[in-house]
């Protein structure tokens, strides 16, 4: 089981830039998938990015990539999204996610598990 906290949100201006942390905590944090999704106001969960356990593979939402970065550092226990250029269509809580220990499947952007509580990301205009 793991446990994951997320910080680094808050208000920002059009165009500027954020980093978001999760950090896991738990059994062997390094052996899950990671993930992270936004949910925007009267809209559905979506998928952001994730970066997997085993080769360290990065996946990205296509309306968002060469925009978002997710990154690991396993020392830390810690991944990050670094986001870049934002506008207030990405206004959303932004939670982070992990699914395994050792996950084998091929989805990326399904699956998870293990949820934080989310931090709330204002892209103001």
């Known amino acids: 089981q793991v446990q994951l906290v997320e910080s680094g949100g808050g208000l920002v201006q059009a165009g500027g830039s954020l980093r978001l942390s999760c950090a896991a905590s738990?059994?062997?944090?390094?052996?899950?998938?990671m993930g992270w999704f936004r949910q925007a106001p009267g809209k559905e969960r979506e998928f952001v990015a994730a970066?997997?356990?085993?080769?360290?593979?990065?996946y990205y939402a296509d309306s968002l990539k060469g925009r978002f970065t997710i990154s690991r550092d396993h020392a830390k226990n810690t991944v990050y999204l670094q986001m870049n250029s934002l506008n207030p269509e990405d206004t959303a809580v932004y939670y982070c996610?992990?699914?395994?220990?050792?996950?084998?499947?091929?989805?990326?952007?399904?699956?998870?598990?293990?949820w934080g509580q989310g931090t709330q990301v204002t892209v103001s205009s």
């Open positions: 970066f997997t356990w085993s080769g360290g593979r990065t």
């Open positions: 738990g059994r062997a944090p390094s052996s899950y998938d």
């Open positions: 996610a992990a699914k395994g220990p050792y996950y084998t499947g091929t989805s990326y952007y399904t699956g998870y598990t293990y």
